[in-house]
C-alpha cells in the first residue's frame, strides 16, 4: 500500500525549494535554525558585543595570567619534572630537564629581544600603526585566552529566561547536559554524526559517545537527561542506532516540540477496512516521531496490562478487531468485564463468554478444552501433510484460509482475565479442596500460549492485575507480547513488560495518566520483529464501539461468503470433549502431576443415572434407517428445541461431534453444524448401559 498525494509541477517545485532550505537550514548550529531562537541568539550576540569594551580589560588581564603561567610552566619543563617526581626518578632526570630549562630560558630571552627589535624597526618606519596593530593582535590573543569559556565553573547562565531547546540542542550545551546526566565523564565530549535538525515534530540529533561509552547506558539515564535538557521525559526519546549505519556507542536522539502523546487521537484504518490479513500485523499505533506501529498477532501471545480506564480494552479490541475482518480467522472472545465492550464480535465469534460468573468461568474452561483439543488435532494432522503444503510442522497461510483443512488461525481474547483466574470455585464441587475453576482457566491458557502459536492459535489477554499472584510466571512467561499502558509503579510495569526492564530504562509508570492509549511496546519472545531490547512507546488507534461493531458486520458479511461462520455466531455453542491424552498434556504443561482421573472426569459426564432429556426426546424421533451425518438445526427442529439449547444438551449429553463440524448436507449451500445418528445412538449405548 503506497500513502501518497498528487501535486501539479509548480507545487513540487515549492515543496522542493521547501526541502532544500529546510536541508540547508539543518545545517546550521542548532539556535540559528529556528527563526524564534535565532532572533534569541542575534539579542545575545549583540548584548555581548555591546559590553565587550567594559570585559575586555578583564578579559586581557586574565589572559595574560594565563598565557604567563604556561610560559612559565613550559620554561620549567613542569609537565617532564611532574613526572619525573611522581616515578622517584628526579635525580636521573635532574642534569636533562636542568639542560632543557636553560634552553628554554635563552630561547625566550632571544624571542622577546627579537620581537621588541623588530617591533621598533616597524615603529620607526611606519610611526604608531604599528603599535596599535601590535597591542591590538597582543591584547585579542590574551582576551581569548581569558574568557571564559563554557561549563566553567561559576559561569552564568546566559539565555536570559527560559531554556528554548534550540539553545540545549546546540553543541555545547548538549555537551554540558550529557556530562550534568552522568552520561559522559567531565573531560568528555560528543560527537555529532547528524547535526541537530528541526522538523514539525522535534528536534533529532544522532551522536557518537565517546569510546567505551554505550548508548543502552545513556538510555537508562533518560530522565537525569530530560532534567540535564529541561524537558518532559515523554517529550525524550533516546535510541540506539543499530545496524551497518550505527554501533554501540551511536545514540539517537529526538526531542518532540510538544508532548507527543497529548495530541488528538488516530482513528485506526480499521474503521473502514474492508477486511484484513491477519497474517499481517495489525495497525496498531505510532511512535511519538509518527512512525506506523503495527502488532504481530500470529506465532505469539499478547499480555496487555495497566491501571484502570487507561485505555486497556480500546488496546485489544484493535487486534480482535483485525481478526475479526479476516474470514479465514476463527475468534474466541471472553469478557471478564461482562459490559458491552465486545458485544459486536459476537457476531462472528466462534465462542463468546459474555462475563465472569462462575457458570460463565466453566464454559470458559469447555471452550478453551475444545480449543487445546484442537491444537493437539491439528499437530497430528500438520505432520501427516506432504512437505510442500506443510514445510515446518506450523501452519501456513495456505493451510489456514483453506476451510477443508479445518485449521484457521485462530485468536483467543480474554478481558480482564483475572476475574476468571481468580475465581476459587472447585472445580468439582464434589472435591472443595481440590482444583480450582480458576487454575483449570490458567492451565488451559498457559497450555495453549506454550504449544498454540504453531498450530495458528495466538492469545491476547488484557489485565488490571498484572502480578504473579494472579498470572503466573509459568503463563506469563508464554506471553510472547507484552504491552504496558500507565501502570502505578515501576515494579507493575516490570510485572507486565518483564524482569529487568525497568533497569534498561523501560518504565510505563512515568507515562501520565492524561496519556490514554499510550503504552510500551516490548516483543519479549523474539518471533516478531518487535525488539525485545528495546520497547516502543506506542500512542494507539482510537477504535470506538461503533466502528468495531460495523468492521464485525464486515466480517460476517465476508465469513457468511467464505463460509467460515461457525459455533456461537450460528447458534452452534455445542462444545467438543477433552480427549484424555490432550488433559494429560495440558496438566504437564501447567507444571502439576498429571491428574490420573482425566479419563473419569469424561466419565462422569457420560454416566448418569438416567438418559438425558435430549437423549430421551431424540430416541423417538430418529428413525432406525438412519446413517451418517445430519444437520444438527434439522434435529432440533424435530424436538422442537432451539439449536443453541439443543447443541449444548448434546455436548452435555456426550455425544462426540465429527472432526469437521460444518459441512454440506442435504444439498445445503453452506456448510452448516452437523452431528452423526451414530453418535447419537453411542451416547444413548453408554448411558443405558452405564445407568
Ligand atoms: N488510543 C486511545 N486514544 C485516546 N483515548 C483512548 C484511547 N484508548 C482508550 N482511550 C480512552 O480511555 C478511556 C478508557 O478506556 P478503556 O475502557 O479501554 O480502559 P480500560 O483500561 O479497559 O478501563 P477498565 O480498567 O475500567 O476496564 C476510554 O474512555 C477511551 O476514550
Known sequence: MLDGEL????????????????????????????PTTAKQAALVMTGRAAVMPLRYPGAVLRGTAVVSRAW????????????????DTLAVRWQDIATVRRRRTWLSLGGTLAAVTGEGVWWLCQGGVAV?????????VTAIAGRHKDGAGGRKTVMGGARTLAFTMGGDSLVEAFRAAGAIGK??????????????LGWTVVIDLPPSRKASDVITKREALASALAVDEVRLILERVRGDEGHAGRLSLWVGHSDPYAAAPVVSPLATAESWDLWNPAPFGATARGDKVALPVVWTAVLIGAIPRMGKTFVMRLPLTAAALD??????????????????????????IRDARTDSARRLIAVLEE?????????????????????????????????????????????EIQNYLENDTPLDPDEPKGKKVGQRICDLLTYI????????????LATQKPDAKVIPDKLRGQLGTRFALKTMTYQASETILGAGTYKAGMDASKLLQSHKGVGLLLGADGESALSSGEALTVRTHLLHIAQIRSACERGRAARDAAGTLTGDA?????????????AALIDEAAGGEVDEPAAEVVDAVLVDDELPEVLGLLVDVIEDDEQGLVAVADLAARIGWEPKRFGEALTMAGVARPQARRQRVNGSANAVPVVTFEAIRAAVVARTSAA
Open 187 to 200: 573531560a568528555e565530549g560528543l560527537l555529532f554524526v547528524q547535526r541537530p535538525a528541526n522538523d514539525r
Open 327 to 352: 474470514p479465514y480467522v476463527r475468534l474466541i472472545v471472553a469478557d471478564g468485564k461482562g459490559g458491552k465492550d465486545h458485544r459486536p464480535f459476537e457476531q462472528v465469534a466462534h465462542r463468546f
Open 570 to 582: 450460528i447458534g452452534d455453542t455445542a462444545l467438543g470433549v477433552l480427549p484424555p491424552e490432550v
Open 371 to 415: 480449543a487445546a483439543a484442537d491444537v493437539e488435532d491439528r499437530f497430528s494432522r500438520l505432520a501427516d501433510m506432504d512437505d510442500e503444503l506443510c514445510p515446518e510442522s506450523k501452519v501456513t497461510p495456505q493451510i489456514t484460509r483453506d476451510p477443508a483443512h479445518g485449521m484457521p488461525l485462530t485468536v483467543i481474547g480474554i478481558d
Open 72 to 87: 612559565w610552566q613550559w620554561v620549567r619543563v613542569a609537565d617532564y619534572y611532574a613526572a619525573a617526581k611522581s616515578t
Open 7 to 34: 501535486v501539479d509541477e509548480a507545487e513540487y517545485q515549492r515543496s522542493r525549494a521547501r526541502r532544500l532550505a529546510e536541508a540547508a537550514r539543518s545545517r546550521l548550529p542548532a539556535q540559528w535554525q529556528d
Open 132 to 140: 596599535w596593530l601590535t597591542s591590538g593582535i597582543v591584547t585579542a
Open 449 to 460: 500460549a506454550k504449544t498454540g502459536p504453531a498450530a495458528g492459535y495466538s492469545l491476547v
